[in-house]
């Protein structure tokens, strides 16, 4: 199967079980792999043959930047599908997603969860 990648998408939300997190708000980052046969659009030079990167990308910034819930896992789970509910060609969604400053003290680059889904 053939991987597209949309990675490395910084969004800024109002996500997490802290009220402070809620209030003040904090960056998230994205990275998304989608799988799906892309030998129609390699073959055509057609658009509608494969995913518009731009729509995904906007799809994903509504969901990020949205509705604050608590977990990160709700993030990934949501994005996942509406790649599948976007997309009838891709077959599975990988999406990542990195809270880089959580609210509790250690020395660490982040916490991150990551969902596949299929269909």
């Not at 990020?64 to 009838?88: F, H, K, N, S």
Request: charged share 25%; hydrophobic share 40%; net charge negative.
């Amino acid at each position: 199967m053939d991987r597209i990648y949309i990675s490395g998408m910084e969004f800024y939300g109002y996500h997490g079980v802290f009220e402070e997190e809620n209030r003040l708000g904090q960056r998230f980052y994205a990275d998304l792999v989608l799988h799906a046969s892309l030998k129609a659009a390699g073959e055509t030079d057609d658009l509608s043959k494969t995913v518009n990167y731009a729509e995904a990308y906007a799809a994903i910034k509504i969901i990020m930047d949205g509705e604050p819930v608590q977990l990160i896992e709700t993030l990934a789970e949501r994005i996942a599908q509406q790649m599948l509910d976007l997309y009838p060609m891709v077959q599975q969604a990988q999406v990542k997603v990195t809270k880089p400053s959580p609210p509790f003290p250690g020395a660490l680059s982040g916490v991150a969860v990551e969902v596949i889904r299929e269909r």
